[in-house]
């Protein structure tokens, strides 16, 4: 990539004190370029959360650095961190505790425009085109977030995470709350918005399905560590790294003669791996 | 387990150091001259200084605290300012009264609370429910001496089954002694009740609606059985609640004492303050600590055998 | 939802939120308790113009007198004016609770809301202070302070409120610390807040309600305090007060009992007044979270008309492991009731598996439960006939019904952490069904435990037995509850989403298990599931559910390869386990572009 709009260089967060510390990301390395959306895909466990709160500033990075646009922002706090406020943005899994129930649509929204010193008015109207932008009616902007669905709710989250304009979203699990229908439908949404806007995705899931039809690049990750990187059409289908292969083939597919062949590859991995235990 | 039991132990003790030097400076700082208060308006000043000699007030107030401080930490707690007696004695006197009525009230809240808790959080807004829910409201709020007075006018005037007042030591009369206990221990433990009821009922509510119950019960388990894992689960929350009302039973029982006229620490306390006694409010200060630290120490034990997240950890 | 229908799925006619306080002047006891409690306020205010006499007016004459015209309620022991002496003490009352709660306020509530909301040193500091305060006698600790000023009252109603300042810290920091863990907090930090901004416009709202509910019933409570010192002599002799008119009336209870009862009656009702109204309060503001009214005697408002039923069979009654026909579940709400499974029918053969899929709120969670007759609280289930194992369920007594589960029916659940009792070992909770349930002796139940968790793939079964469940992965929690669902071996098996939860790797190996075990043992499985890839997986046959009605019901092959309905076909591809790739979506997408310009 000739120039990644974010990039993340042998990231290592750890939790606890010093002594006692608990290592979550091992030496992380990836990059996003603009306009781009790439997946982190892992199981619970793996991390991938992890790194979307540290680009955010929102967890303890021990080593390693992140650059935004060729700015070092891996310790930004304070006054840096709100500035980044205008660049970064991030939707997160719950929709429902991601927005605040005592506050309606037009004060969520309008609330980091505010911040950022613009007037209640120009806020409002700013507001009222994202909320046209993720299709949902005028008249949301008078209402609370609990008269919305699940799927309506992140339909506000995103509109929310845009309003400043940004030039990355960090998405954390975003879809996995939603059902099937409404799931593929926010998909479609966070692509057509990328098409329009040019913003990058940084987009955390654990659904490879999800990853495939969203992301241009993936990488996979296990117990804190990257473990493949690659094209999102390559890593999903063809994965070059064990654990890969086994994360696709053991994810049922929704078609009984192509699950009962997925099944078996599946079986036989597993055969392999108790003869040769995974990563000997 | 072991560590466990030694870390809450040391926090009971830094917690007794904590309202023992507390204390002795608060009731220092709030007493400018405690010769007014013993000896009265009509002494002297000839007087109020031979006194404040004789007690050691005219000594720095660090030394006067090391001196306490010292005594204390062996379990001495010197002598009243107003008869020279031993403390100790004075509050041994009086600590068994105080400590029958305290006792037996919190066996009323634990056993009382714990039955209307759990009927109440197993059937919610049923008419039980409903009506300890009310009744709770007020009795919560109200003072024990205020329900003390009602009981007095009820029980013992009008209705004559108990004495109105006075105290019966068990070795006298062990009949005498729960007749004599039983109202003051009743106008403590009203308001305990209904707090340790409501913390139990919402647990129980809470725990019941909890995943593991419904597979519980798709085991077979009967009802009565499922119950026992309701009421283990939700315990903790009420047997901290209890531990908290053990203190509030403590100072509760300080102004019921006063009313049943019963010769307990409440009474001494009482009096000490009147007289600006400090010695005697210190040792009676240190002790009570005390006891609630034993309490709240066999509350962190049960907690432990309740939950094993605690014990493990 | 399809994108189509996000444009009109907003009920136009969403009811407003109703403000909290016009929700708690509706409830009777809430206007009631605060007409006292603004009386009160009101007296104490106006006490000079509304005191009919001095309240320090000795007047022998009138001393102990019944009430009459020229004394209400009649004189004290001394004469002077009960009345006036009443509406003066209301002020001393008032005055002294108000310093009580705004030194409690001041000390408790902003050190809650600052170790809520920014943890460490000083989190730890101050929650060891509060515990430590709550851990003193107070009133011991007042008497220690009156020793020496008995009649500042101020200084001592200041003690007082030092001592219930832990009651606002702990709701300050609990109620803190659980907005704070809200993911719209760390929005609000990622769109750029300053923290003093965060805590001034998402957690102090939070904040209120609690403040507010915890100073009504400190209010009462610093009433009740105040009033006791006074009974044992504390305060100004001069200052009219109600716990000191309380003491005079107790010693002459005998004589004039009206002496004792107008002080108490007045000290009861105010604080009766401002407990009923914090309650009141309280009830209005957790309003939604609140158990659901155990009496549903009202009108179900939208059911499905009895002659509707969805859903066919495909056995004969005797050859079905479950048949149930026309099956409606319904749940209190408000006044009525409200029907989430409209009269379905279905049934299983044995040794099938049977798959339920749908999305949230399609009611096949509500179906499993009501084959297990474990419904939550408010909900209530009718059938027209169910039969498990070839017995009538819905002829069986509540009790009898009862004992088909953990011998003919056995459960696995969703989430395998919460469906553990936390408190019992794994050995223990294994065993008890078997003891209690089968009643096979301790050392039976030991055995078939072990040999279970053996046959799930258990490797370390003696640590596992002597777990608790934190103790475990959630992989392997889901283990021991299948060891558990199958230990009684039951002839039928429900799960409710039982991978849901899982890793996929873990999935995978769930399911395999499950298979495994299916085929081994002959048991009927009831399978619910959202998920698409799971059905082909290990269904045999599937029913398609929507809003509380089967869509469609057929072998497995016939769902994935000729669905009957739009619905249908709609679910199965929006599983993105075939979806086109990215790179690939902006191919064709370019492309369009192209063509149209």
Redesign the interface.
């Known amino acids: 990539m000739a120039n990644p709009i974010l990039s993340v260089e042998n990231l290592v967060v750890e939790y606890g004190d010093p002594k006692r510390s608990f290592r979550v990301l091992h030496e992380v390395s990836l990059d996003v370029g603009v306009g781009e959306?790439v997946g982190v895909v892992g199981?619970?466990g793996s991390g991938k959360s992890t790194l979307g709160k540290a680009i955010?500033?929102?967890a303890p990075v021990r080593h390693g650095r992140i650059f935004f646009e060729g700015e070092d922002i891996t310790h930004a706090r304070g006054a840096a961190?709100?500035?980044?406020?205008?660049s970064?943005?991030?939707v997160?899994?719950?929709p429902y505790?991601?927005?605040?129930p005592?506050?309606n649509v037009g004060d969520i929204l309008s609330?980091?425009l505010e911040?950022?010193g613009q007037s209640r008015r120009m806020a409002r109207s700013a507001v009222a085109e994202m909320i046209e932008r993720v299709?949902?009616?005028a008249?949301?902007i008078d209402?609370?977030p609990?008269?919305?669905?699940g799927?309506?709710r992140q339909?506000l989250?995103i509109a929310?995470a845009l309003v400043?304009r940004p030039k990355l979203i960090v998405c954390d699990e975003p879809v996995s709350a939603l059902?099937?229908?409404?799931?593929?439908?926010v998909?479609?949404?966070f692509?057509e918005l990328q098409?329009d806007i040019g913003v990058s995705y940084l987009f955390v899931s654990?659904?490879?399905?999800?990853v495939?039809?969203?992301?241009?690049r993936v990488a996979v990750m296990q117990r804190g560590e990257i473990v493949e990187f690659g094209?999102?059409?390559q890593v999903?289908?063809a994965p070059a790294h064990p654990y890969s292969a086994?994360?696709l083939?053991?994810?049922?597919?929704?078609?009984?003669q192509?699950?009962a062949r997925r099944?078996a590859a599946?079986?036989a991995l597993r055969e392999a791996d108790r003869v040769l235990p995974a990563g000997q | 387990m072991i560590g466990f039991i030694v870390k809450r132990l040391v926090a009971g003790i830094v917690l007794l150091l904590a309202v023992s030097i507390g204390t002795f400076f608060l009731a220092r700082a709030a007493i400018s001259d405690p010769t007014a208060g013993l000896l009265g308006t009509t002494a002297t000043p000839a007087q109020r200084a031979a006194l404040a000699a004789k007690i050691g007030l005219d000594r720095p107030l660090m030394v006067q605290f090391w001196d306490w401080f010292r005594g204390a930490l062996v379990g001495d707690f010197g002598v009243s300012w107003r008869n020279f007696q031993s403390v100790n004695k004075q509050i041994a006197i009086k600590l068994p009264v105080t400590l029958s009525v305290v006792t037996f009230a919190t066996l009323i809240t634990a056993v009382v609370g714990t039955a209307f808790g759990l009927i109440a959080g197993l059937r919610p807004n049923s008419l039980f429910d409903r009506i300890i829910k009310t009744v709770s409201v007020v009795l919560f709020a109200l003072p024990g001496f205020w329900i003390s007075l009602v009981l007095v006018v009820w029980f013992a005037i009008q209705l004559k089954w108990f004495p109105a007042v006075g105290y019966v030591p068990p070795a006298q009369s062990l009949g005498g002694w729960l007749r004599s206990i039983t109202l003051p221990a009743f106008s403590l433990a009203l308001g305990a009740i209904v707090v340790v009821a409501e913390q139990l009922r919402n647990e129980v509510i809470a725990v019941n609606k909890q995943d593991f119950v419904r597979t519980l019960r798709s085991r077979g388990l009967s009802r009565g059985r499922v119950t026992l894992h309701i009421l283990r689960n939700a315990s903790p929350a009420a047997l901290t609640v209890l531990a908290v009302m053990f203190v509030g039973l403590l100072s509760g029982a300080i102004v019921v004492e006063a009313i049943f006229s019963l010769p307990g620490i409440g009474q001494l306390t009482n009096a000490s303050s009147q007289n600006g006694d400090i010695p005697i409010l210190l040792g009676i200060t240190v002790v009570s600590v005390i006891f609630v630290v034993i309490v709240n120490f066999l509350l962190d034990i049960a907690l432990g055998w309740i939950n094993p997240k605690v014990r493990v950890r | 939802m399809s994108s189509l229908s996000v444009m009109s799925d907003l009920a136009p006619s969403a009811p407003r939120r109703r403000s909290i306080l016009s929700r708690f002047l509706s409830a009777p006891a809430g206007v009631v308790s605060l007409s006292v409690v603004i009386a009160v306020i009101a007296i104490a205010v106006f006490a000079p113009w509304l005191a009919p006499h001095d309240p320090n007016f000795v007047d022998l004459a009138s001393a102990k007198v019944p009430p009459s015209a020229e004394h209400w309620l009649g004189g004290d022991a001394t004469g002077r004016d009960m009345l006036s002496r009443l509406i003066w003490g209301a002020r001393t009352t008032l005055l002294g609770a108000l310093v009580t709660i705004i030194t409690a306020l001041i000390i408790g509530a902003p050190a809650g809301i600052a170790a809520g909301y920014f943890g460490g040193f000083f989190d730890r500091l101050s929650s060891w202070v509060s515990d430590a305060l709550q851990a003193v006698p107070g009133m011991i600790i007042l008497l220690v302070v009156a020793a020496g000023t008995r009649s500042n009252f101020v200084l001592i109603m200041a003690t007082v409120g030092a001592f219930l300042a832990p009651g606002y810290f702990r709701i300050a920091r609990s109620t803190t610390l659980a907005i704070r863990n809200e993911p719209f907090i760390d929005a609000a930090r990622v769109a750029g807040l300053t923290h003093p901004r965060i805590i001034l416009r998402h957690i102090l709202p939070g904040i209120g309600a609690p403040i507010i509910i915890q100073t009504a019933l400190a209010t009462g409570i610093a009433m009740g305090i105040q009033a006791g010192l006074q009974f044992l002599g504390i305060g100004a002799a001069s200052v009219p007060a109600w716990g000191a008119m309380m003491n005079e009336g107790f010693r002459h209870m005998l004589s004039t009992p009206l002496l004792l009862l107008w002080p108490s009656a007045v000290l009861g009702i105010t604080i009766a007044a401002l407990a009923v109204a914090g309650s009141t309060l309280a009830d209005v503001v957790r309003i939604r979270t609140d158990a659901p009214s155990a009496r549903s005697s009202g009108q179900v408002t939208n059911a499905a008309p009895a002659d509707v039923v969805t859903g066919s069979f495909a056995y004969a009654p005797e050859a079905a492991a479950v048949r149930v026909d026309n099956l409606r579940v319904r749940y209190a709400a408000g006044d009525g009731a409200v029907e989430v499974v409209h009269g379905i029918s279905f049934d299983i053969a044995p040794g099938e598996v049977l798959g339920i899929v749908g999305e949230s709120g399609s009611g096949k969670s509500q179906t499993v439960f009501s084959i297990l007759d474990l419904l939550p609280t408010g909900g209530s289930s009718s059938v027209d006939g169910m039969w498990i194992g070839g017995q009538a369920v819905h002829t069986m007594s509540p009790r009898e019904r009862a004992g088909m589960l953990g011998t003919e029916i056995g459960y696995i659940p969703q989430e395998p952490m919460s469906n553990l009792d936390p408190s019992y070992t794994i050995g223990f909770q294994l065993t008890q069904p078997l003891r209690t349930v089968h009643k096979k002796s301790r050392a039976e139940a030991d055995a078939i435990a072990r040999a279970v968790l053996n046959r799930v793939g258990i490797v370390d079964i003696d640590r596992v037995m002597k777990s608790y469940p934190h103790q475990i992965s959630g992989g392997m929690a889901q283990r021991v509850l299948i060891a558990g669902a199958i230990a009684g071996r039951p002839s039928v098996l429900v799960a409710d989403e039982p991978t849901t939860a899982l890793d996929v790797t873990v999935q995978a190996e769930v399911l395999e298990l499950l298979r495994e075990l299916q085929a081994e043992l002959g048991m009927a499985l009831v399978l619910v599931t959202h998920n698409f890839g799971v059905v082909a997986d290990i269904c045999d046959r599937v029913i398609v559910m929507r809003d509380g009605a089967i869509v469609e019901a057929s072998a497995v092959e016939t769902v994935f390869a000729a669905p009957e309905q739009n619905y249908t076909r709609e679910l199965i591809a929006a599983s993105l386990d075939d979806t086109k790739g990215r790179r690939e979506l902006d191919a064709v997408h370019a492309a369009q572009t192209a063509a149209t310009a």
């Open positions: 959306c199981e619970s955010l500033g929102l961190r709100r500035r980044l406020a205008s970064i943005q991030v997160f899994q719950d505790g991601s927005l605040d005592m506050m609330e980091p911040a950022a299709r949902l009616p008249s949301a209402r609370y609990s008269e919305f669905s799927g309506q339909r989250a929310r400043r059902d099937l229908t409404t799931q593929a439908a998909i479609d949404l692509i098409r654990h659904d490879l399905g999800v495939r039809r969203i992301c241009h094209e999102g059409e999903t289908r086994r994360l083939l053991a994810s049922p597919v929704a078609n009984p192509a699950q099944r599946w079986l």
